[in-house]
């Protein structure tokens, strides 16, 4: 590790002003989606999907991109599913349209979301099929192999640390079981400039900067858990120029996107974005 690396790594875990995921999304209410569509939704979007498809608002791009995480899960017919950081469950319901899982469940630590999720899944009359947890990814409260598919939209990159979800998705999984992660992929500060810029993102949203990596120490982290990585596909060029332009054209229609662009770094900040699917290999069931 190069002396940038360090202090940028000590600057993380002494950091004071950090405001946590869970203060971020309970303050921000509903007012953290700075949405063109019905469902409720935090996420960047998949403007390209791999037909080519190009999405025409937001809302498409992040069903887009649903659906890119559920195909890559491969999910079987009577599995049980988690989706992690699952938000205000719009992905959970989306599971359930789309896949044959038997128990879908969502983990949030945020209350305000949880109980908009749960209103969700009321609605939709899911309630014997879908439910959420207020749990943190880190402590995942399942037991050791007894999930199928363990999936995270655009939320890994706020866990303290990542890695530690690595493990416990590793934990939780079944032999053969899928893990598929869409995250945001923030490369370490290569400058004091951009050290500058990572320090207030990591503050202004929730982003403990140990987690800056590049997309081969992100895949080996994965690894390093236990779990066999498949696809570590970056798809950045696919999510950030279009979703950037998005905040831009409406952050006066939104409340949500012009306090985002009070972070004004996240928008120049050098940003890419992995999907990864990697599995519990079926020799480690112990
Ligand atoms: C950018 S939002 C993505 C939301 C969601 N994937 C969606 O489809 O809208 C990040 C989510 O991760 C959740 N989160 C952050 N830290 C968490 C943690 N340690 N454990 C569980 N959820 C967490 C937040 O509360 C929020 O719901």
New binding site residues.
């Given amino acids: 590790m190069d002396t940038l690396d360090s202090r940028f790594v000590d600057d993380c875990s002494s950091a004071t002003s950090w405001t946590s ?2 203060r971020l ?1 309970d303050d921000r209410g509903t007012d953290v989606l700075p949405s063109d569509g019905p469902d409720p ?3 960047m979007g998949l403007w390209r999907a791999p037909d080519g498809a190009r999405a025409a608002t937001l809302h498409e791009a992040n069903m887009q991109l649903f659906d890119r995480v559920l195909d890559l899960a491969e999910v079987r017919a009577d599995a049980t599913l988690i989706d ?5 469950g ?2 959970l319901l989306r599971a359930a349209s789309r896949t044959a899982a038997s128990s879908i469940v969502g ?4 209350e305000v ?1 949880l109980d908009l999720a749960r209103r969700a899944i009321a609605r939709g009359g899911l309630g014997g099929r879908v439910r959420c947890v207020n749990a ?3 402590a995942l409260p399942f037991e050791t192999a007894s999930i199928d598919h363990v999936i995270s ?3 890994a990159f ?3 640390p990542r890695a530690q979800f690595f493990r416990e998705a590793q934990r939780v999984l079944r032999p053969g079981g899928t893990l598929v992660v869409a995250d945001l992929l923030l490369a370490p500060p290569s400058g004091r400039t951009s050290a500058k810029m990572l320090r207030q993102i990591a503050e202004a949203l929730a982003f403990p900067r140990q987690n800056a990596c590049t997309l081969s120490e992100y895949r080996a982290e994965v690894e390093t858990s236990g779990l066999r990585v498949s696809v570590a596909e970056s798809v950045g060029r696919d999510v950030v120029p279009s979703f950037r332009r998005w905040m831009l054209r409406n952050s006066f229609k939104h409340r949500a996107a012009r306090k985002d662009l009070g972070a004004w770094p996240y928008l120049l900040y050098p940003l890419d974005y992995v999907l990864l699917r990697a599995t519990r290999p079926l020799a480690s069931a112990a």
């Fill in positions: 995921a869970e999304y939704i935090v996420n992690v950081g699952c938000g205000f719009t992905a983990v949030n630590v945020s979301q943190s990814a880190t939209v655009e939320a706020h866990f303290a």
